[in-house]
């Protein structure tokens, strides 16, 4: 027999980093969920991606278990990675703060294909060259497309 949804929890936390410290303890705290269980499944499950932020979607059941899925990391960490900046400009349009290629704006899309809800690899490059543009990243080179 199928459990009953009681809710869903939205996080980013840090692939492999997990601890019940905030934001994660008051979050599955407030739910009654068991948190060390979810940080010890949790950090097991993203021990390849040490130190990236990864969003997850926890699904919690009315007899306080939990399942969760762990999302792609965001366009913008990964496009700051390929950027090798900081943080994107607070002035997106006027004040650009660093360059990426299009051959790394296509693997940030290849990437991030199954949680984007397009069907080609062109409107995945659209989507993330829009992130990059919104961040004050330039795009160099000829657009593939």
């Known amino acids: 027999m199928a459990k009953d949804i009681a809710g869903y929890v939205k996080l980013q936390c840090k692939g492999g980093q997990a601890n019940p410290s905030p934001p994660i303890g008051p979050a599955l705290g407030?739910?009654?969920l068991n948190i060390m269980e979810f940080c010890k499944q949790f950090n097991a499950r993203t021990q390849d991606k040490m130190g990236m932020v990864?969003?997850?979607?926890?699904?919690?059941?009315?007899?306080?278990?939990?399942?969760?899925?762990?999302?792609?990391?965001?366009?913008?960490i990964m496009l700051l990675e390929a950027a090798k900046v900081k943080t994107g400009s607070d002035q997106p349009n006027r004040?650009?703060?660093g360059s990426v290629s299009w051959?790394?704006?296509?693997?940030?899309a290849e990437t991030k294909m199954p949680d984007l809800n397009c069907f080609t690899?062109?409107?995945?490059?659209?989507?993330?060259?829009g992130t990059a543009r919104n961040m004050g990243i330039t795009i160099t080179g000829q657009k593939p497309y």
């Not at 990864?54 to 913008?76: H, N, Q």
């Not at 690899?121 to 060259?129: F, G, I, Q, R």
């Open 30 to 32: 407030s739910k009654g």
């Open 54 to 76: 990864v969003p997850v979607l926890i699904t919690y059941f009315t007899d306080k278990s939990f399942e969760f899925v762990i999302k792609t990391p965001p366009a913008s």
């Open 95 to 97: 004040k650009k703060v």
């Open 103 to 108: 051959d790394q704006v296509k693997t940030i």
């Open 121 to 129: 690899v062109e409107s995945a490059m659209k989507m993330v060259a």
